[in-house]
């Protein structure tokens, strides 16, 4: 006995279902990079312009401390003290000492609260310490 069905199977052709749900996912997942990466932009500290200031690549997991002009320490949308920011950097520098981080300082901020940061970075041993301008206007 012959107990195998007997069927015509059909050629299977291109299946664009699949193809669109990657797409999508594609699609959610650059957004939300973008996202987190604008987050990270404090858009009330507007840095001072600098004639050897130039748009940089970004590297990837580099930490951004904004400074106001008031004197609050921000990273990702937190403010942080001078105590709990030494935390963070402590813990960053345990981990890689060469990790970029980018001191954002407001052009009106004063000079004390970027040496605050500044001072942390060393003090901790980090690296790669750099400073955010913008290149001159045109």
Same mark, same amino acid.
């Given at each position: 006995?012959?107990?195998?069905?007997?069927?015509?199977?059909?050629?299977?052709?291109?299946?664009?279902?699949?193809?669109?749900?990657?797409?999508?996912?594609?699609?959610?997942?650059?957004?939300?990079?973008?996202?987190?990466?604008?987050?990270?932009?404090?858009?009330?500290?507007?840095?001072?312009?600098?004639?050897?200031?130039?748009?940089?690549?970004? =590297?990837? @997991?580099?930490?951004?401390?904004? +400074? $106001?002009?008031?004197?609050?320490?921000?990273? *990702? #949308?937190?403010?942080?003290?001078?105590?709990?920011?030494?935390?963070?950097?402590?813990?960053?520098?345990?981990?890689?000492?060469?990790?970029?981080?980018?001191?954002?300082?407001? =052009?009106? @901020?004063?000079?004390?609260?970027? +040496? $605050?940061?500044?001072?942390?970075?060393?003090? *901790? #041993?980090?690296?790669?310490?750099?400073?955010?301008?913008?290149?001159?206007?045109?």
């Amino acid at each position: 006995m012959d107990f195998r069905r007997r069927q015509n199977r059909e050629e299977v052709g291109f299946q664009l279902t699949p193809m669109a749900d990657l797409f999508f996912v594609l699609i959610i997942f650059f957004m939300t990079m973008w996202i987190y990466k604008e987050y990270e932009r404090n858009l009330e500290v507007v840095v001072p312009k600098a004639s050897s200031g130039k748009n940089s690549d970004r =590297a990837p @997991a580099e930490l951004i401390v904004n +400074v $106001t002009r008031g004197g609050r320490f921000i990273i *990702n #949308g937190v403010d942080k003290t001078p105590a709990s920011l030494d935390l963070m950097l402590q813990a960053v520098a345990s981990y890689d000492r060469a990790q970029p981080v980018i001191i954002r300082a407001d =052009a009106e @901020a004063p000079h004390r609260f970027f +040496v $605050t940061v500044f001072d942390l970075c060393q003090k *901790n #041993g980090l690296e790669n310490v750099r400073i955010a301008t913008l290149p001159p206007e045109k």
